[in-house]
């Protein structure tokens, strides 16, 4: 292999890459989004300065579905992530991602520096209920479930077009050779070409189990504010460097 050869490698292993460059495009992808208020104290302490709690104490738990996702195919996922401000400016951060496809994992740490780990997220419609679930080492950690189609948001879907383009925020850390800390920087990213498809609201409900290993019920739920489900096509473009923890 050459220099070139190596250098142009999309990603390890270089002889069989995991993942190809992107821009990387979602086609349909489903979403169940349950706003809820959560412990002040746990949110700080899951929220990395510089960013900022928005008020109300605000987090959501969703699951994705991602039936057509290129470079990574048909996969699933599911996590929570707080509602905050960055210089004043409103983002999502994201907390914890769970998804059981290796290359988005792999991807998505090195990259952009998702949150993820390997688990079983499921996101289906079940009679009249979408339901959300989560398994981690064979235990349920999270159920999520929303009324289907109550409430239609067909009047509002450029706000909700311009709510998914918002800035979203990642922790990315990446150790050296020596154990040291090689990256450490906030990450930011907004989703582009969005199309919204569908999107509804509802009653919703979300029962997060305790489990060492998968944190979800760390950021315990007070009050349920909101269901939103919604499917939409995006491109996933590069991120850029907000905040360097070692500048
Ligand atoms: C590849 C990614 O990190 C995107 C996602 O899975 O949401």
Redesign the pocket.
Known sequence: MTRDEILSAPSMPAFSPS?PHGP?R?IRREYLIITYETDPDALRAALPEPLEPAPGNLAYYEW?K?PD?SG?GD?E?SGSAIVATYNGEPCNYSVQ?Y?DDE??IT??RE??G?P?KYGVPRLKLTKDTLTGTLHYDDERVAMGTMTYKHRSLEDQLDKVRDGIGQLNVNLKLIPDVDGGVKVAQLVGYRLQDIRVHGAWEGEARLHLIPHVNCRVADLPVRRIVRGRHQIVDFT?PYGHVLHDYLA
């Open positions: 993942y990387y979602f994705m991602m996702s990574f996969y996922e991602m998804l290359p988005p991807a998505g990259i952009w998702f993820k996933l």
